[in-house]
C-alpha cells in the first residue's frame, strides 16, 4: 500500500476541545437532572407551606434521606460493577435487630464499639453474598434474591415476636439521631461523610476506577487483568458494611426493631439510585448522585405531605418521578451521542 | 475441498502423540457428533433437573407427611400457585429476551383495584372483566413502549411502574375494599372439577401454559426471542424485530397480570389495592428456579412450570406439617441460590478432574 | 414467643376424633409483640379448656389474602377449632367456610370476619367504649379544642375502622367535642418506619395540629418516638392504644401522658373456652348462649355474635409500673 | 489428504537458541470440556525480534496468546520467561513479567473515557495519592501523536469504529513499555496507512530490545515485518523458520499440511438483470447520493479506506439503519427504509462485518444459529421443529465444512473462521438474490479464504448478484466484477474489472481527498 500521508485518516476528530469551561462541566453533569428536581420541589414547597423548611422541617428532611442515602451508597457500588444487591433490606434488618440485641446484652458497650460491631456484621452479610457471587460466577440478582429471602428468614427465626424498643437502648444512642451539629443531624453527617469518602474512592483511586471498568465490560476486564473477582467482592462487602451502618442508625432513629424491620427496602434503595443517574447496567454513574436521588425520593414523599396533596396519589407520583428520571437521564445519553457523531461527521 | 482435520478432532490426526489421555478421551466423546433432539434433549436437559426434584420431592411429601397425598392438597396448593403460574409465562418470556418486568404485581393491584370500583359502581360484572383485562394490556403497552420503542432499560423502567401502578390503584380505590361480587362467580373461582380437587380455572390456566409453551418453543417468534436475549444486534441482522418483540411481550406480562389481578380479587372476593403486592418477586424467584437465566437466552416454560410448582408445594407441604413461615422463606431463597451455584460447581469439578488427568498424564 | 410456638408442629394430632380437639390460633400475623401477648393467653386457655393440641400458625405479612392457605392447611388437617383476627373480614370468608363444611367451629376474635363466616367474635371491649375512651383522654390531654388526626393501621383493619367511625359519630353529634377538629386519618400500615414518617408528615402538613389518636400499638410507639426526638416533644398530645412494656419510656419522658389499652391475654384466653364450648356443642353461637371462660368466669354472647372481653384499662405515669405486657 | 512434517522441511530448532530467549512455551496443552484447543503450544521469543505466529483458522494461535496472558492455565507444558520457570494464575502475574496483549478482539471499557482506557489500573497519580485527569491525558495525547492519529483522550469510547479501537489497543500495549509485546491479529481491522504506523511502532520497540509476536492472517504483513515464523497446525507446533529463508507458498504448505487452491478464483460470469437498484441514498453526515447498481451473476465490490462509510451505506440497503432521502429497489420493488425483515423476505442476504456482535448469537448453538434466518420458513403450520432446524444446519455445514465437535455446542466455542462459515451458511440457506458481504474474509486464514472466494464466485456463476465490502485490496481486484470506490461518504470512483488496478482504486480512495487539502 502506498498511502503514508497523516492526512489520510479521516475519521478522527480534531483534538481541540479539551480545554472545558467549567460552566460547561457542570451542565455536562449526569447528576444535573436530579439536582435541579431537588431544588425545584424543595422552592416551590417551601413557597407554598414555609413549615416544610422550618429548623424541625429541614432536620427531618435530612434524617429521612440518611439511611437510604448510605444504602444507595452502597448499592451505586454494587450497580457500577454491573451487579446488584438485593438483600440490602435484610441486611439492614438483621443489624438493626442485631445492634438492638447488643445494647440488651451488654447496655455498657461504648456506642463506637456497637457501630463498628454492626459495621462487621454487615460486611459479614455482603461477603456471604460477595463470595457466592464471585466464586460460583452467578447473577447477583438470583444470589441476593435469594438471601433477601434467607437473611430475612433468619432474623424472622432469630427475632420471633421480639422487638427491641427505644427504651432498652442508652439514649445518648437515640440522641445521635436527635442532637445536631450546625443544623445537621449526627446521623446525617455519618452520612454526608460516607458519601465523600466513597466519592473520592470512586473518582481518584484506581481500585474504585476499576470498578467502573468492570461494570463496564466484566470480559475485557478479566481479560485486561483487573482483579475483577476481588473488586466485586470489594464492593458487595463493602456494601454490607454500609448497610450494616445503616442498620445501626436504624436502630438509633427509630422505635423499634424486630423481624420485618427493613423488609421491602431494597426496591426504594434501587431507585434512589436509578433516580440519581447511575446506569441500572453498570459502568457510569456517581455515589453523589445516588445519595441526591435517595434525598430526592424522601423529600418528594414529605413535600406531597406538606403540600397536603392526597395521600392516594403519592405513591403515583413517585413512580412518575422515577419514570422521568430515567427517560432523562436517556435523553441526555442520547445527546451526547449525537454530539459526538456530529462532530466526528464535520471532521470527515 | 479436502478440509484440513479439525483441532477438535485430534485421534484422526496421525500426528497426535499417542498415550496423552486427554486426547483420547476427546476422540471418544467425539465419536458422537450428532446432537440430541426431542426427548432425549428435553430428558437430559437443565430444565429436568427441576422436574426430577419437583417429583421427589412430591413423593417425600406424600411419604412424610400425613395427608398431604390426597385430591384435596392439589385443590388446596393450585388455587394458591394459580397467579404466580399465571404471570410466570410471560415473565419467562420476557426474561428470556432479557428484560424482566417488576411491575406485574402492581398490574395485578391496579385490576383488582378497577375491578371494585367499577363492579361498585353498578357497571354489569362481564363488561367490569373485559374493562379490566383491557387495563392490563394498556398498562403492559405503557411498559412497552418505554422499553421496546423508547430503548429504556427494563429494570429501571418496571421500577418506576411498580410505584405508578401500585399508586394507581390506591387513587383508584383509596382505602377501600370491595367485597360483593356475585357470589356465583366467587364460588366458581373456588370450584373443583367433580372429586379431583382440581379447581375449575385450571382448564383455562392450561390452556395458556400450553400456548405460551407453544409460541416459545415452536415457533419463529420464540427462536427470536432466545436469539435476542443473547444479542440484540445479530437478532436485528437477522430481520428480527426486537421493538416489536419486546412490546408484545408486555403487553402479554400486562394482559396476564391483570387475569391473575381478576382471579385473585374473585378468589378471596375482596378488591382492594394492596392485592398481590410483593408477588414480582416471588414470580422471579419461581421462574429463576426454573432454569430461565436472568442475562436473557436462557429457559424452558417446563422448567418454569416445575419451579412454580416446587415452591408452591414446599410452601403448602410445610403450612400442613405447620413448619413456620420462616422456613419456607430460607428454603425458598437456598433452592435459588443452590439452583444457580449447583450447575457451576459441578462444571468446575468436572474441569478441575479434567484437568487433573491431562496433566497426571505422563508428557512425551 | 409466637414464632417459636409454630414450630413444633410435629405433633400427628388433629383427628378430631374422641374428645381429642384440637385448636389452632391464626393471628394477623407472626412476630408481633401484641399478638405474641395474646397468643399466650390463649395457650393458657386452649391448656385449661382442655384441648388436646393447641397450635398457632400464621403469615409474616398481614396482608389480605396471606391467611387464606393457613386456613386451607388447618381445614386438611381437621382441625375442630380454628380461631382468627381476620386481616381482611371478606377475603378468608370462602376459606373459612370450607372448613366449616369441613367440621370446624370458627371463633374469630381481636379482629372480626364477615358475621357470615364464623360462629362467634370474642372482642376486647365493646367498640364504642374503646372509641369513647381515647376521645375522652385526647380531649382532657389538648383542653379541649383544636386539631387532632388519627394515625390507625392499614386502611382496612375491622377494628381499627370501626373504632375510628364511633369516634367520627362522637366528634360530629357530642357537643363537648365541638371545638375538637378531626383534620386527618393516616396510615402507618403497623410498620414502625411508616408510622414513624406518617407521623412526621402529619405535623409538618398541619401546623397547628393539638393531639394524635393512634389507635394501634405499632402506631402509637412509632408516633410517640418521632415526637420524643422533636421539637413537638410535649407540644402535641398523643394517645390511643399502647403496649404498657413498649410505652413505658414516653410516659416517663413526658411524651405521652395517658393511653389505653385491654389485658391482651385475656383475648386469647377466652376465644379458647369458646372454642371448647363450640367443640363440645354446649353453645351453637346464639346470641344468649353462655359458658365458663376459666378463671374469667362466664361470659354471655351479645348482638351479632359478639362476646365481650372486659373493659379497656388506662394507664399512666402512676400506673404503669404494676403492667408488664 | 497429505500431510507434511514441518519438523523435516528446513526448519530452525528451537532448543538452540541463537540469542536470549525472553519467553518459552513449550508442549503447551490446553483443552475446553472435550475440545483440544492447544495439544503441543511452542514458541520460542528472543529479545529483539519480530516473530509471527501463522497457522489456519482454530490452530490454537489465540489459545497460546491466552496462555502467554495468563488469561489460560495450560494442562500441561512448561513455560518460561527469562529462563525462569512460571506458571501465571492470571493476566496480573503475566502483566508483572512484562508482557503485554492485544487480543484479537478489542477489550476496551465503553464507559470510560479513551484515556483511561489507556491506563486503567496503572493511572498517573497526583495530589494525595489521587488519580491525576490532566496527567491522563497528557500522556494519552502523546501516544496519539506517536502513532499518529488524533484522537480524543476525553471521548467515551463507546461508538468508536473498529479501527479506532484498535488503535487504541495498540497505543496501551506501547505505553505498557513492555519486553514482550503480543499482538493477536492487530491488523485485521486497519487500513494501509495505519497498519503502516503500527509497523513503524513496532520496529522501533524491537530496535530497543523488545520480542514482539505477531499474529496475521495476511503474508505481506508477515514477511514486511516479522525476523522469524513460527507455524502451528491443529493446535501443534510444526516449525521456526528464518523469514528470509522462507516463501509465502512454503508457509502455506506448511499450515494447511498440503497445496492449497491459487487465491481468488475467479471465473467470467454472465451478467443478468437488474437486481438491486440504489438510487440517491442519503444520509446527512455519513453518505451522500449514492447511486449503484447489482446485476445478477455479478461481483460489485465497494472499496474505499477504513471509515469512507461503506459499512453504512450497506446496513441501510439492508435496514438496519435508516437513510434520509433515496430508494433502494430490489428487483424492481421498493424496499421499505428500516426494515431488514422484508430484504430478508425480497432476497438479500447480508454477512456484516463484526462476526461476533452482528453476524452471530455466540452463546446460541450452531444449528440455531444456522437456522436463524429460515425460522418461517422452515415453519409448518407456523410451528417449527428442532429436526427441519438440525437438518438446515447439517446440509449447509457440510457444504461449508465448518468444524464443530456438535451442532448443540455454542458457536463461540469454533474459531473464527469456521464462526464466519457460519455466518455464510445461513445466508446461503435462504436462497438470496443478493449477498451483501462485508469483509467476508476478515481475519480469515489462507485455506479458509480461498475456499471463500471460490465460494463467492460460485454464487456468482449461479446468478446471485454479490456486493463485497473488503479493506483487501488484492481481494478487491482479484474478484470484482466491478468497483466502486467510497470517500467520505461518496461514490468516488467506478471502475469496471478492466480499468481496476490498485493505483485507480487508491487514486479514487485518496486522490480528491488530497486535492480537497
Ligand atoms: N473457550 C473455548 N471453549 C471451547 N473451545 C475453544 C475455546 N476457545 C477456543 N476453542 C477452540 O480451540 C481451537 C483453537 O482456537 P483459537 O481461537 O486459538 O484459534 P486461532 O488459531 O486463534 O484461530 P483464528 O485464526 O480463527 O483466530 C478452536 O477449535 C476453538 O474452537
Ligand atoms: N457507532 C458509531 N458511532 C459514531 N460514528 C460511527 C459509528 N460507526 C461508524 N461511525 C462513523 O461513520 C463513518 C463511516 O464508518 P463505516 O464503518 O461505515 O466505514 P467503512 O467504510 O465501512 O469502514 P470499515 O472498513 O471499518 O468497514 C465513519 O466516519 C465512522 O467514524
Ligand atoms: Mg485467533
Ligand atoms: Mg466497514
Known amino acids: 500500500m502506498s498511502l503514508d500521508s497523516k492526512s489520510a485518516a479521516p475519521a478522527h476528530p480534531a483534538p481541540g476541545h479539551q480545554r472545558r469551561s467549567a460552566l460547561g462541566s457542570v451542565l455536562k453533569l449526569r447528576e444535573l437532572p436530579v439536582i435541579l428536581a431537588l431544588v425545584i420541589l424543595v422552592t416551590v414547597t417551601a413557597a407554598l407551606n414555609p413549615l416544610f423548611l422550618s429548623e424541625q422541617g429541614i432536620k427531618d428532611l435530612l434524617l429521612n434521606a440518611t439511611i437510604l442515602m448510605i444504602l444507595a451508597v452502597g448499592q451505586t457500588l454494587v450497580i457500577i460493577t454491573r451487579n446488584i444487591d438485593l438483600s440490602v433490606g435484610s441486611i439492614l434488618g438483621l443489624v438493626a435487630f442485631g445492634t438492638g440485641s447488643v445494647f440488651v446484652a451488654a447496655p455498657n458497650l461504648p456506642i463506637i464499639a456497637v457501630f463498628g460491631i454492626g459495621i462487621l456484621f454487615g460486611a459479614v452479610l455482603g461477603a456471604v453474598n460477595g463470595l457466592l457471587i464471585t466464586v460460583a460466577k452467578v447473577p447477583a440478582l438470583v444470589i441476593t434474591l435469594g438471601t433477601l429471602y434467607i437473611f430475612r428468614g433468619i432474623n424472622n427465626a432469630w427475632a420471633g415476636g421480639t422487638q427491641y424498643f427505644a427504651g432498652d437502648r442508652p439514649e445518648a444512642f437515640g440522641n445521635l439521631s436527635v442532637d445536631t451539629i450546625l443544623g445537621f443531624p449526627v446521623i446525617t453527617l455519618i452520612a454526608v461523610v460516607v458519601v465523600a469518602i466513597v466519592a473520592v474512592y470512586m473518582l481518584g483511586t484506581r481500585p474504585g476506577r476499576d470498578l467502573y471498568a468492570i461494570g463496564s465490560d466484566p470480559e475485557a476486564a478479566r481479560l485486561f487483568g483487573i482483579p475483577v473477582t476481588r473488586r466485586v467482592l470489594m464492593a458487595f462487602v463493602v456494601n454490607g458494611a454500609l448497610a450494616g451502618l445503616a442498620g445501626v442508625l436504624y436502630a438509633s432513629r427509630f422505635n423499634s426493631v424486630g423481624a420485618t424491620t427493613g423488609s421491602g427496602l431494597e426496591l426504594d434503595v434501587v431507585a434512589a439510585a436509578v433516580v440519581g443517574g447511575v446506569a441500572i447496567f453498570g459502568g457510569s454513574g456517581t455515589v453523589v448522585g445516588a445519595a441526591i436521588g435517595a434525598l430526592l425520593l424522601t423529600t418528594i414523599t414529605s413535600a406531597l405531605t406538606a403540600l397536603r396533596v392526597d395521600k392516594f396519589w403519592q405513591q403515583a407520583i413517585v413512580g412518575i418521578l422515577i419514570l422521568a428520571a430515567v427517560v432523562i437521564d436517556r435523553i441526555a445519553g442520547v445527546r451526547a451521542a449525537r454530539k459526538l457523531r456530529i462532530a466526528e461527521a464535520r471532521n470527515v | 475441498m479436502t478440509a484440513s482435520p479439525g483441532s477438535t478432532r485430534p485421534g484422526t490426526e496421525k500426528r497426535q502423540k499417542p498415550g496423552r489421555r486427554g486426547a483420547a478421551d476427546t476422540s471418544t466423546v467425539l465419536a458422537v457428533p450428532k446432537g440430541r433432539t426431542g426427548a432425549a434433549r428435553i430428558l437430559l436437559g437443565r430444565d429436568a433437573v427441576m422436574i426430577y426434584v419437583l417429583l421427589v420431592v412430591v413423593l417425600y411429601a406424600c411419604i412424610v407427611i400425613p395427608r398431604f397425598a390426597s385430591p384435596v392438597t392439589v385443590g388446596f396448593l393450585l388455587l394458591d400457585v394459580i397467579p404466580t403460574l399465571l404471570i410466570a409465562l410471560p415473565m419467562t418470556l420476557v426474561i428470556i429476551s432479557g428484560e424482566i418486568d417488576l411491575s406485574v404485581a402492581s398490574i395485578a393491584g391496579l385490576t383488582s383495584a378497577l375491578m371494585g370500583v367499577l363492579w361498585q359502581g353498578g357497571m354489569p360484572i362481564a363488561l367490569v372483566l373485559v374493562i379490566c383485562v383491557l387495563a392490563g394490556l394498556v398498562a403492559g403497552a405503557f411498559n412497552g413502549v418505554l422499553i421496546a420503542y423508547l430503548g429504556l432499560p427494563s429494570l429501571a423502567v418496571t421500577i418506576g411502574t411498580l410505584a405508578l401502578f401500585r399508586g394507581l390503584a390506591l387513587v383508584v380505590i383509596g382505602d377501600n375494599a370491595v367485597a360483593n361480587f356475585p357470589p356465583g362467580l366467587t364460588a366458581f373461582f373456588t370450584s373443583k372439577i367433580g372429586g379431583t380437587g382440581i379447581p375449575t380455572v385450571m382448564v383455562g390456566v392450561v390452556v395458556l401454559i400450553v400456548a405460551f409453551a407453544i409460541v416459545l418453543h415452536f415457533t419463529p417468534f420464540g427462536r427470536g426471542l432466545f436469539a435476542l436475549g443473547y444479542s440484540k444486534e445479530a437478532a436485528t441482522f437477522v430481520g428480527i424485530d426486537v421493538a416489536r418483540s419486546k412490546f408484545l411481550l408486555y403487553l402479554a406480562t400486562g394482559t396476564v397480570s391483570a387475569l391473575a389481578g381478576i382471579y385473585w380479587t374473585l378468589r378471596y372476593s375482596s378488591a382492594r389495592s394492596d392485592n398481590a403486592s410483593g408477588l414480582e418477586l416471588a414470580v422471579i424467584a419461581a421462574v429463576l428456579l426454573g432454569g430461565v437465566s436472568i442475562f436473557g437466552g436462557k429457559g424452558s416454560i417446563p422448567g418454569v412450570l416445575a419451579g412454580v410448582l416446587l415452591i408452591g408445594t414446599i410452601n403448602y407441604a410445610l403450612k400442613l406439617d405447620r413448619v413456620s413461615e420462616v422456613v419456607l422463606i430460607i428454603v425458598t431463597g437456598s433452592l435459588l441460590i443452590i439452583s444457580v451455584v449447583a450447575p457451576n460447581v459441578a462444571a468446575a469439578i468436572k474441569q478441575a478432574r479434567h484437568s487433573r488427568r491431562v496433566r497426571s498424564a505422563p508428557l512425551p | 414467643g409466637g414464632g417459636a410456638a409454630s414450630e413444633g408442629g410435629d405433633s400427628e394430632g388433629g383427628s378430631g376424633s374422641d374428645g381429642e380437639q384440637t385448636i389452632t390460633f391464626i393471628p394477623k400475623q407472626l412476630n408481633n409483640p401484641y399478638t405474641d401477648v395474646v397468643l399466650g393467653g390463649g395457650e393458657d386457655g386452649a391448656t385449661e379448656a382442655g384441648f388436646a393440641s393447641s397450635e398457632v400458625v400464621g403469615p409474616l405479612d398481614a396482608s389480605a389474602s396471606s391467611q387464606v392457605s393457613f386456613i386451607n392447611a388447618e381445614t386438611q388437617r381437621g382441625t375442630n377449632v380454628i380461631v382468627i383476627a381476620a386481616n381482611d373480614p371478606d377475603a378468608v370468608g370462602p376459606a373459612l367456610e370450607e372448613a366449616r363444611t369441613a367440621g370446624a367451629k370458627i371463633v374469630a376474635f381481636d379482629s372480626d370476619t364477615n358475621p357470615d363466616y364464623r360462629d362467634l367474635f370474642v372482642s376486647q371491649v365493646n367498640a364504642k367504649d374503646v372509641a369513647l375512651i381515647q376521645l375522652e383522654l385526647i380531649s382532657e390531654q389538648i383542653g379541649g379544642e383544636g386539631e387532632i388526626a388519627i394515625l390507625s393501621a392499614t386502611a382496612n383493619a375491622t377494628n381499627q375502622n370501626e373504632w375510628i367511625k364511633f369516634m367520627e359519630e362522637e366528634l360530629a353529634s357530642n357537643p363537648d367535642y365541638a371545638n375538637i377538629e378531626l383534620v386527618a386519618k393516616v396510615y402507618g400500615d403497623d410498620d414502625d418506619t411508616k408510622s414513624f414518617q406518617e407521623a412526621q408528615g402529619l405535623l409538618q402538613a398541619y401546623p397547628d395540629l393539638k393531639g394524635i389518636i393512634s389507635p394501634t400499638t405499632v402506631g402509637i410507639a412509632a408516633t410517640a418516638r418521632y415526637l420524643s426526638t422533636s421539637e413537638y416533644k410535649g407540644k402535641v398530645a398523643l394517645t390511643g392504644l399502647g403496649l404498657p412494656n413498649e410505652m413505658r419510656p414516653f410516659v416517663k419522658d413526658g411524651t405521652v401522658s395517658e393511653f389505653a389499652l385491654w389485658d391482651p391475654a385475656q383475648l386469647g384466653y377466652v376465644a379458647a373456652f369458646a372454642g371448647k364450648a363450640l367443640a363440645d356443642g354446649t353453645i351453637t353461637g346464639e346470641v344468649g348462649d353462655t359458658f365458663e371462660a376459666g378463671e374469667l368466669g362466664e361470659r354471655e354472647i351479645g348482638d351479632g355474635g359478639i362476646v365481650l372481653v372486659g373493659p379497656p384499662t388506662q394507664f399512666n405515669a402512676e400506673n404503669i409500673d404494676d403492667y408488664d405486657f | ?517
Not at chain 4, 469456521?418 to 474474509?441: C, G, R
Open chain 4, 1 to 517: 489428504m497429505t500431510h507434511l512434517d514441518g519438523r523435516e522441511s528446513g526448519a530452525t530448532d528451537p532448543n538452540a537458541p541463537v540469542r536470549r530467549s525472553v519467553l518459552t512455551l513449550r508442549g503447551a496443552l490446553k483443552t475446553f470440556g472435550p475440545v483440544v484447543a492447544l495439544a503441543d503450544g511452542t514458541i520460542d521469543l528472543v529479545a529483539g525480534e519480530i516473530h509471527a505466529l501463522v497457522g489456519e483458522n482454530g490452530a490454537g494461535k489465540s489459545t497460546l496468546v491466552k496462555i502467554l496472558a495468563g488469561v489460560h492455565q495450560p494442562d500441561a507444558g512448561e513455560f518460561s520467561v527469562d529462563g525462569q520457570a512460571v506458571s501465571f494464575r492470571n493476566v496480573a502475574d503475566s502483566k508483572a513479567a512484562g508482557i503485554s496483549v492485544i487480543y484479537q478482539e478489542p477489550t476496551l471499557f465503553p464507559d470510560l473515557t479513551v484515556a483511561e482506557n489507556i491506563f486503567i489500573g496503572r493511572q498517573p497519580k497526583g495530589r494525595f495519592g489521587l488519580i491525576s485527569r490532566a496527567e491522563m491525558r497528557r500522556r494519552a495525547k502523546d501516544l496519539f501523536d506517536q502513532l499518529g492519529v488524533p484522537i480524543d483522550p476525553d471521548r467515551v469510547a463507546e461508538g468508536l469504529s473498529i479501527a479506532d479501537q484498535q488503535i487504541i489497543e495498540i497505543a496501551k500495549a506501547i505505553s505498557l513499555d513492555a519486553r514482550v509485546l503480543v499482538m493477536d491479529e492487530p491488523t485485521a481491522a486497519l487500513s494501509g496507512v495505519e497498519v503502516e504506523r503500527l509497523f513503524a511502532v513496532a520496529r522501533r520497540l524491537r530496535d530497543a530490545g523488545s520480542g514482539i509476536l505477531f499474529i496475521s492472517h495476511r503474508f505481506d504483513e508477515v514477511f514486511g515485518l516479522c525476523d522469524r515464523i513460527t507455524v502451528m497446525r491443529d493446535g501443534t507446533y510444526i516449525a521456526t523458520h528464518e523469514t528470509p529463508a522462507m516463501t509465502v507458498e512454503a508457509i502455506v504448505r506448511e499450515m494447511v499440511g498440503r497445496d492449497i487452491d491459487a487465491l481468488f478464483p475467479k471465473s467470467e460470469t454472465e451478467r443478468g438483470d437488474v437486481v438491486l437498484r440504489v438510487s440517491g441514498l442519503t444520509r446527512p453526515g455519513v453518505f451522500h447520493d449514492i447511486d449503484f447498481e447489482v446485476r445478477a451473476g455479478e461481483i460489485v465490490a465497494l472499496s474505499g479506506l477504513v471509515g469512507a462509510g461503506r459499512t453504512e451505506v450497506a446496513r441501510a440497503v439492508f435496514g438496519i439503519d435508516r437513510y434520509e432521502s433515496g430508494t433502494v429497489e430490489m428487483l424492481g420493488q421498493k424496499l421499505r427504509s428500516k426494515d431488514p425483515r422484508a430484504s430478508i423476505d425480497a432476497g438479500i442476504g447480508f454477512v456484516p462485518e463484526d462476526r461476533r456482535k452482528q453476524g452471530l448469537v455466540m452463546e446460541l448453538s450452531v444449528e440455531r444459529n444456522a437456522a436463524l434466518t429460515l425460522r418461517h420458513s422452515l415453519a409448518k403450520f407456523g410451528l417449527i421443529s428442532t429436526r427441519a432446524e438440525r437438518e438446515a444446519a447439517e446440509t449447509w455445514g457440510k457444504r461449508l465444512q465448518v468444524k464443530s465437535s456438535s451442532p448443540e455446542h455454542p458457536v463461540s466455542t469454533l474459531s473464527g473462521g469456521n464462526q464466519q462459515k457460519v455466518v455464510l451458511a445461513k445466508w446461503l440457506a435462504t436462497d438470496p438474490k443478493l449477498l451483501i458481504i462485508d469483509e467476508p474474509t476478515r481475519g480469515i486464514d489462507v485455506g479458509t479464504k480461498s475456499e471463500v472466494h471460490r465460494l463467492i464466485s460460485e454464487l456468482a456463476g449461479r446468478g446471485i448478484a454479490i456486493l463485497m465490502i473488503s479493506s483487501e485490496l488484492p481481494e478487491v481486484l482479484g474478484m470484482a466484477d466491478r468497483v466502486l470506490v467510497m470517500r467520505e461518504g461518496r461514490i468516488t470512483g467506478r471502475l469496471d474489472r478492466s480499468e481496476a488496478t490498485a493505483e485507480t482504486v487508491m487514486h479514487a480512495a485518496t486522490a480528491a481527498l488530497e486535492s480537497s487539502r
